[in-house]
């Protein structure tokens, strides 16, 4: 069975830290997706993925996409507040449709 | 403009009731999703359909089912509700079908269900 990992499930950080969320998944896979989502609300996305070698950048939020080692980063850099909210990968393993199988998500917070 | 909208945003009911969830998009997208979202934020999709046709049917009881008048619409129908059942359920579209589309699929704000 498909497995999506992220780690760490919870991150509590400073503002101005650096700091990098880790999605591993177990099986073959070249598109993934980064979501966003704040309590209580909708998902958003923020990155699409769609090959080896991949890398999106928005802001302070930086994506990549290794697919050999079947693994996906979200960076952050320079941490502010308004970042905080829960983030999920999301592996598509359709082939004749889209399917997507989400990671446990990432709690993160950012205080002062 | 909400592009993917849900109906009802929270829904408490009881056990063993019958009930629906609506959703529509206006974004002009061909492929709609349900997902479940459960107590502990762990997304996992439920359903999918692209114009109108059944694409994923996930293991869900027979107590789902789906319906699609139209692309622009996918209701869920809930029946013999049951204590497991509470959750957030989520709609999403997206345009294209399969690996044709690069696009990320688009969610609603949400059904929070509640089952006394």
Not at chain 1, 15 to 40: A, V
Not at chain 2, 2 to 8: F, H, I, L, R
Not at chain 2, 63 to 90: M, Q, T
């Amino acid at each position: 069975e498909l497995k999506v990992e992220q780690n760490p499930l919870f991150l509590s950080m400073q503002e101005g830290k650096n700091y990098t969320i880790y999605c591993n998944y177990s099986t073959t896979s070249d598109r993934l997706y980064w979501y966003r989502q704040d309590p209580g609300k909708s998902l958003e996305s923020l990155f699409v993925l769609l090959s080896n070698g991949a890398v999106k950048q928005e802001g302070r939020l930086m994506a990549s996409l290794d697919t050999k080692a079947r693994l996906s980063t979200l960076h952050i850099t320079a941490a502010v507040h308004d970042l905080s909210a829960t983030y999920f990968c999301a592996v598509d393993i359709g082939s004749s449709t889209d399917k997507l199988i989400f990671g446990t998500g990432t709690r993160l917070q950012v205080f002062p | 403009d909400t592009a993917v909208s849900q109906t009802p945003k929270y829904l408490v009911t009881q056990m063993g009731n019958d009930k629906s969830i609506k959703c529509e998009q206006n974004l002009g997208h061909d492929t709609m999703y349900w997902y479940k979202q459960d107590s502990k934020k762990f997304l996992k999709i439920m359903f999918s359909y692209n114009n109108k046709e059944l694409i994923i049917n996930e293991t869900v009881p027979n107590r789902f089912s789906p319906k699609s008048p139209d692309k622009a619409h996918l209701n869920l129908h809930i029946n013999s509700l049951e204590l497991g059942d509470s959750a957030v359920y989520f709609c999403a579209s997206s345009q294209g079908f399969g690996r044709s589309s690069n696009q990320p699929q688009h969610f609603g704000d949400g059904t929070r269900l509640s089952i006394l």
